[in-house]
């Protein structure tokens, strides 16, 4: 079982017609056509679903390399502490969930050093009615609900961009860790905390980098600094057009 607290990454390359083929492929398959010029590509598009496994939306996915099963059951658990029993993956069709915290350091304890056998002891270790949901240390669900996956009937679009596109089965992100450092590292590879605006003084922080005012519940307050160097600029730099689009709403990334 492969479930680790990560945004799911689909990119979609628009092309010229002479520039692509149709492929459908998971995992390392490559393509059915041979590679292209670089400069057929049009525009490239990320949709970023924070707060999600692979697992969560694919884990079931025809052919990918998701959740062990056998004959359509799963053939794998992780314990619950405070039942004594084992936990299988379960298909969840809720359209919210809960979750459990999903700071870095929460990751690494799910993971486990390989066992994978973390969650359910983390959603119940993490901090309980938080008047802030979108803090990462909280678990936002009465009852565990990390074991959950979505089925194809659950999510249609996304399945239909793996089936259409790709499906990288085998890709995790950079940083491990909640929306904010996850959305610095979108951008620029790095998550740092910065005294001031020159980018040799900060350092790396895969947890704790500065928080927007918005997100803190301190309008007015100083604005974060980020002193590296962003795609954006170099984006800009070299004249290539770019957009960011977000949800209305005070997470730390919209």
Request: glycine share 8%; charged share 15%; with cysteine.
């Amino acid at each position: 079982m492969r479930s680790t607290w990560i945004p799911v990454f689909v990119a979609l390359l628009a092309c010229t017609a002479a520039g692509c083929g149709s492929s459908r492929s998971t995992g390392s398959n490559s393509a059915t056509t041979a590679p292209h010029d670089i400069h057929a590509i049009r525009h490239v598009i990320v949709i970023m679903q924070e707060n999600r496994s692979f697992d969560s939306y694919f884990g079931a996915y025809p052919g990918a390399d998701g959740i062990p099963m056998a004959n359509g059951v799963p053939t794998v658990c992780v314990p619950d502490p405070k039942s004594g029993a084992c936990v299988r993956p379960y298909v969840d069709h809720s359209d919210v969930n809960g979750g459990g915290p999903h700071a870095a350091y929460n990751s690494v304890a799910d993971v486990n050093g390989g066992k994978m056998d973390g969650f359910i002891t983390e959603s119940e270790a993490g901090l309980k009615g938080c008047l802030n949901d979108t803090n990462p240390l909280c678990t936002n669900s009465a009852t565990p609900d990390v074991m959950g996956y979505h089925v194809g009937s659950d999510i249609p679009n996304y399945w239909t961009y793996a089936k259409d596109f790709v499906l990288q089965d085998h890709m995790f992100e950079s940083v491990d860790s909640w929306s904010l450092p996850s959305t610095l590292f979108k951008v620029s590879a790095w998550s740092a905390n910065c005294p001031d605006h020159v980018p040799a003084h900060c350092q790396n922080s895969d947890t704790a980098p500065a928080e927007p005012p918005d997100f803190t519940g301190q309008p007015g307050a100083a604005a974060p600094i980020y002193a590296w160097t962003d795609l954006t600029y170099l984006l800009h730099r070299s004249a290539v057009s770019w957009g960011y689009y977000v949800v209305n709403g005070s997470e730390p990334d919209c």
